[in-house]
């Protein structure tokens, strides 16, 4: 009997010693946990250099576009905005409240600083949820028809929202006239998330927010493949991103918690304007600065919280002469037949950089023709020059009016953190035509 009691004894221990060595390595591994979370940082290290003397001389804005206030859903003020922008030295920014555009009429649009902040409108249709920016007077919600016809009487540039969002999605991808298409859209990036994801975010969101945020640094896939297949000739879809910032979470019926924040929502992407001319500081001057180079797709986008691009430029040289993102080029048949690398200007050829230190991240450009990617290069700076094959393909009828011999292009730029890559950067299309 001494014995079973002996042999009873021992066992618990054991099992004691088991249950105490499992619930050490919990810790352990709580605590490795914890600890990666909290000090995960990615940041892309940039050169000052400037490594492109052919480069047009363009004047950049960092802007924070779509965000609503108390004036829709939204759970700060215009004022308090504005102040966290400032903050975060963005150049301007543009509130989109849904269905009215009270912040104008309110007389708040002006320069903060060195913010310039301007009012759009989130307008519902049938088909979703379409973006006005740089109108004057307020549209009602209505057909997709009539609220477009609204926007574009009055100069504005009409951008389909978040067209992949599962909770509010865009339901006509046959529309036409409408001049661009939120490719980010951050409420679309974390509703398009695994269950994990999301439930790994709402866990790590204390710790770091920052962690948490990177989750929603995801290729839109399904978005861009619509981007590319919109393009038009001589009508350019431009391509943005996106906050959609409520921080407005429902709870309960009478609950909501502020999460998550707008400082945080506004540092994860920016769109960048390309504009001609220095801004002047008059704040009407420059608002319509930047409507003209977002509707004509004088911009480009990126994942600003892994760093401020620096040194991004993306062109097209033809016939002695320098295009952007959102120009069409015409190109001229018998240079096609005559292509020869002796006679430069009749080449088609493609430049793209960013001053990203190739010593710290490895970075690929990759340029996209007709939603195709054709060419990458790797550290360096991209220059593809457009074959004769290439041309041939666009321009299959031969026919100089036919549409079908137009050709997009653009480019997109992939950053390595170690073995993680996120697509960091998407340029806007330049349009080669003949
Ligand atoms: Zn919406
Ligand atoms: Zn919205």
Known sequence: MQNIGYINFLLKLIAFHRFL???????IFVLLFYIRIKFFKLKID???????????????????????????????????????????KADFLISSDHNTLKPKLDGLEGYYG??????????????????????EKEIKRGSYEKVLSDIKKQGGVAVICHPHNWWTPWKNFNVEGYNGIEIINL?????????????????????????AMHFLSHKPKKTIIFWDKAQKHKDLKVGIASIDAHSNV????????????????????????????????????DKKAIIK??????????????????????EISYGNKLYTSGDSVRFSVSD???????????????????????????????LFHN?????????????????????????KSGSVADVSCSSFYRVEIDVYFGRKSITYLYSNNIEIYS
């Open 336 to 366: 096609l037949h005559e292509m020869d690398i002796n006679k430069m200007d009749r080449n088609v050829i493609i430049y793209a950089g960013v001053n990203i230190n190739p010593k710290k991240n490895v970075f690929v450009i990759n």
């Open 21 to 27: 060595l499992i619930l050490a390595a919990l810790i």
């Open 250 to 285: 429902k709870i309960t019926k009478k609950n909501r918690i502020k999460f998550p924040k707008y400082a945080e929502l506004f540092s994860v992407a920016r769109t960048h304007a390309l504009l001609t001319a220095k801004p002047s500081g008059n704040y009407i001057e």
């Open 293 to 314: 180079a977002l509707k004509n797709g004088k911009c480009y986008f990126s994942y600003d919280m892994f760093g401020i691009p620096k040194g991004f430029y993306y």
């Open 114 to 135: 060195n913010v310039l902040y301007f009012a759009g409108e989130e307008i519902n249709t049938e088909f979703g949820h379409f973006l006005a920016v740089g109108i």
């Open 46 to 88: 940039f050169l000052n250099t400037e490594t492109f003397d052919l480069r047009n001389k363009l004047f950049e804005l960092n802007g924070i576009i779509h965000f609503h206030s108390t004036y829709s859903d939204g759970s700060g003020s215009i004022e308090s905005l504005i102040d966290i922008a400032k903050e975060l």
């Open 371 to 395: 939603g195709k990617m054709i060419f990458s290069s790797k550290n360096n700076n991209l220059v593809y020059k457009v074959k004769h094959s290439d041309l041939k393909s666009i321009c």
């Open 187 to 211: 409420d679309s990036q974390w509703r398009g998330m695994s269950p994990v994801y999301i439930l790994l975010v709402i866990l790590t969101y204390k710790i770091n927010p920052f962690y």
